[in-house]
């Protein structure tokens, strides 16, 4: 695989996974009972961005691992062309 196909793959991975990160436990400024003016309510009273994009980053960095293995496994490449 070439250098251009596996930071793509890299990256579509990184996006799904700091997607599938971002909800996991939130707290709206509701919940935390301090609703600063102008935003919307339901916001993220702290949305933690930067520890969420290094999850999403080891995420990805061992789903990526894991892809390159399966595709240069010499076991794996002759059990899927049987």
Same mark, same amino acid.
Not at 37 to 50: C, D, F, Q, R, S
Not at 54 to 62: D, H, K, Q, R, S
């Given at each position: 695989?070439?250098?251009?196909?596996?930071?793509?793959v890299?990256?579509?991975?990184?996006w799904?996974?700091?997607v599938?990160?971002?909800p996991?436990?939130?707290?709206?400024?509701?919940?935390?009972?301090?609703?600063t003016? +102008?935003?919307?309510? $339901?916001?993220?009273?702290?949305?933690?961005?930067?520890r969420? $994009?290094?999850?999403?980053? +080891?995420? $990805?960095?061992?789903?990526?691992?894991l892809?390159?293995? +399966?595709l240069?496994?010499?076991?794996l490449?002759h059990?899927w062309n049987?």
């Open positions: 695989m070439q250098i251009g196909s596996i930071i793509a890299f990256f579509v991975i990184w799904l996974s700091f599938a990160v971002l996991i436990g939130n707290r709206s400024q509701i919940e935390v009972g301090k609703v003016a +102008g935003t919307e309510p $339901a916001a993220p009273a702290t949305p933690h961005l930067l969420r $994009a290094l999850i999403a980053t +080891g995420i $990805a960095i061992v789903m990526t691992a892809l390159l293995w +399966g240069t496994n010499e076991t490449h059990y049987r």
